[in-house]
C-alpha cells in the first residue's frame, strides 16, 4: 500500500535554531513529492514540491527539501527559524500514473518559541 | 483572482440528517479534489473529479457520500444519514490539468454532528 510517514507528530525549538520535519513514504512507482503549511486559522498552502530535476529544492523563504529515493525520504529543513514559522506541515505524495490524488502524512506541528 | 471556495464555513447538524457542502473551485480549473481531515490527522482523499466526471471516488467512506459535478465547475458533497464519526473539516482542491499536480486549496468546512 502506498502510505506517508512523518516520524514526528510535534517538533518545538527556539527561534534561529535549525530545523528538520520528516518525511517517509511508500510506494511501488515513482512519486511526485510536496510539502504543505497551514498556518493557524487558515488552509493549506503549498510550501514546495519535487517533480524531477535535482533532488534538492529550495523556496525563496529559505525552506529546502531533499528527495532521497534509496530512503524513500522527503525531509523538510530550515537552517533558522523564526517565530512566524510556527504551523503545521504535512508531506504530500502523488503517484506517477496514478489519479493524481495527494496521499498525505498525519502533519507535524512546528512550534517556534523565542 | 479568486481562490477556492467552500460554503458554508461552519455546518452543525444532527445525527441523521443529510448536508451539502459547496465548493467554488478556481476559475478555469478542470480538476477538482475532495478531502476530509479529522483532528490530528492530515487530509484523507474522497473524489476526484476530471471535468464533469468522477475520475476517482476511491476514497468515499461508503454510499452515504455523494459528490456531483454538474457543469465541470462547482462542485457539491452530499452526506446522507450523517453520523457522529463523520465529523471533521472537508477540504475542497481544485487544479489546472498540466500544472504539475499542484493542488489549490480552499478554507474547509468544518462539520459537526450532533
Known amino acids: 500500500a502506498q502510505s506517508v510517514t512523518q516520524l514526528d507528530s510535534q517538533v518545538p525549538v527556539f527561534e534561529e535554531a535549525p530545523v528538520e520535519l520528516r518525511c517517509n513514504y511508500s510506494s511501488s512507482v515513482s512519486v511526485y513529492l510536496f510539502w504543505y503549511v497551514q498556518y493557524p486559522n487558515q488552509g493549506l498552502q503549498l510550501l514546495l514540491k519535487?517533480?524531477?530535476?535535482?533532488?534538492l529544492v529550495k523556496v525563496i523563504n529559505g525552506f529546502e527539501a531533499e528527495f532521497n529515493k534509496s530512503q524513500t525520504s522527503f525531509h523538510l529543513r530550515k537552517p533558522s527559524v523564526h517565530i512566524s514559522d510556527t504551523a503545521e506541515y504535512f508531506c504530500a505524495v502523488t503517484f506517477q500514473g496514478g489519479s493524481e490524488k495527494l496521499v498525505f502524512g498525519k502533519g507535524t506541528k512546528l512550534t517556534v518559541n523565542p | 483572482g479568486a481562490g477556492v471556495s467552500q460554503t458554508p464555513s461552519n455546518k452543525v447538524t444532527e445525527k441523521g440528517k443529510y448536508v451539502e457542502l459547496r465548493c467554488d473551485p478556481i476559475?478555469?480549473?478542470?480538476?477538482l479534489y475532495w478531502y476530509r481531515q479529522s483532528l490530528g490527522q492530515g487530509p484523507e482523499f474522497l473524489i476526484y473529479f476530471q471535468g464533469t466526471g468522477a475520475a476517482d471516488d476511491s476514497g468515499l467512506p461508503n454510499d452515504r457520500f455523494f459528490a456531483v459535478r454538474p457543469e465541470g465547475s462547482v462542485s457539491t458533497l452530499k452526506i446522507q444519514r450523517t453520523e457522529r464519526g463523520d465529523s471533521a473539516v472537508y477540504l475542497c482542491?481544485?487544479?489546472?490539468?498540466?500544472?504539475?499536480?499542484?493542488?489549490?486549496f480552499g478554507p474547509g468546512t468544518r462539520l459537526t454532528v450532533t
Open positions: 519535487y517533480l524531477s530535476g535535482s533532488t
Open positions: 476559475s478555469g480549473h478542470t480538476a
Open positions: 482542491a481544485s487544479s489546472l490539468r498540466g500544472d504539475e499536480n499542484e493542488q489549490y
